[in-house]
C-alpha cells in the first residue's frame, strides 16, 4: 500500500486504520435506530458510520430517506460513540446541510455519478475543501463517466478523494444484483493510483452470502477499504433489507478475512 500516498495522508489525519471499514445501515431509519448500530459497532474494525439520509430511489412509492432530520442523529451518534460519520449527498443543498451539520466524509452516489451536471454543481460546493468525499462508480459500466467525475472534484481543488466500486446494473440476470466488473475498478485505479479504492459489496451482491467473498477478493486486489451496509434487524430494514448483515455478522467477515488474508 505505499503507493497510497493520498489516502495515507487523509487516513492518517482522521486517524483512521488501513483498511478503512466503514459499515451502518442502508437507511436511517429513527434516531433509535442509529444510535443503536453506532453502538454495536464502535467497537468493531468499523471507524467510520454510514447512514443515507437522502435516498434516491429508483422508482416512487419507496422510502425515500428521513432527510435533513437524520443529520442530528448522526451528529448524536458521533458524539456518542466517536465514530466519524459518512452520508450521501446528491446536490448543492445536501452538501450545504452536511457540511453544517459536520458530517466527516461525502459520499456521491452512483445515481448521481451518471450526471456531469449534477456533479460539476457538488464540486462547485465542494471547491477547496478538506472534507474527504468518496465517489461512487456511476450505475453502467462507464469508466469515463467514473474519471470524469473524479476530475470534477480534483479541478475543484477537493484534495481528499476516494472512489466506491458498487457494482454496475446490466438487463441480463446474474448472482449479483450489481455486477462487479473488476476490471472496471482496476483501470480506475491504474489511471489514479493514488486514489483510494473502497469496496461496497451489499450493492454489487443484493444479498448476504457473498459479502464475505467479495470482500476478500478486493483485498486480494488491493482495495484500501470496505463499506458494508450494516443493520441490527436486517430483515426489517426499511431499504436494503436482503443485502444488510448484522455487526456481529461484520465482526465475523473481518475476523476471517484476517486469517486469510495471513495465509495467503
Ligand atoms: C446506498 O449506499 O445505500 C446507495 C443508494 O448506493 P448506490 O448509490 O451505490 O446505489
Ligand atoms: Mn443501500
Not at 84 to 102: F, G, I, R
Not at 159 to 178: D, P, Q, T
Request: net charge negative.
Amino acid at each position: 500500500m505505499e503507493n497510497k500516498k493520498e489516502l495515507r495522508n487523509w487516513l492518517d489525519a482522521f486517524g483512521l486504520d488501513h483498511p478503512l471499514v466503514i459499515a451502518g445501515p442502508c437507511s436511517a431509519e429513527t434516531e433509535e435506530q442509529v444510535l443503536k448500530i453506532a453502538h454495536q459497532l464502535k467497537d468493531t474494525d468499523a471507524t467510520v458510520l454510514r447512514a443515507g439520509i437522502w435516498k434516491p430511489r429508483t422508482r416512487p412509492g419507496n422510502f425515500e430517506g428521513v432527510g435533513a432530520l437524520g443529520l442530528k442523529w448522526l451528529q448524536k451518534a458521533k458524539e456518542e460513540t466517536g465514530m466519524l460519520t459518512t452520508t450521501e449527498v446528491a446536490n448543492p443543498h445536501h452538501v450545504e446541510l452536511a457540511l453544517k451539520h459536520d458530517v466527516d466524509i461525502l459520499w456521491i452516489g452512483a445515481r448521481t455519478t451518471v450526471s456531469p451536471f449534477i456533479i460539476q454543481e457538488i464540486a462547485d460546493a465542494l471547491k477547496g475543501t478538506d472534507k474527504p468525499v468518496l465517489i461512487k462508480n456511476p450505475v453502467n459500466p462507464d469508466l469515463a463517466l467514473w474519471l470524469g467525475a473524479v476530475e470534477r472534484m480534483y479541478t475543484a481543488d477537493i484534495k481528499n478523494l476516494g472512489v466506491i466500486h458498487r457494482g454496475f446494473s446490466s438487463y441480463e440476470k446474474s448472482k449479483y444484483r450489481n455486477n462487479p466488473e473488476w476490471q472496471i475498478a482496476i483501470e480506475l485505479q491504474n489511471k489514479f493510483p493514488d486514489l483510494p479504492l473502497i469496496l461496497d459489496p451489499s450493492h454489487i451482491a443484493g444479498r448476504r452470502d457473498i459479502i464475505f467473498d467479495l470482500c476478500q477478493t478486493a483485498l486480494d486486489l488491493n482495495f484500501d477499504g470496505l463499506m458494508v451496509e450494516t443493520h441490527w434487524d436486517p430483515d426489517n430494514a426499511w431499504s436494503d433489507a436482503k443485502q444488510q448483515i448484522t455487526p456481529e455478522t461484520l465482526v465475523q467477515i473481518m475476523k476471517d478475512l484476517k486469517i486469510r488474508k495471513e495465509v495467503s
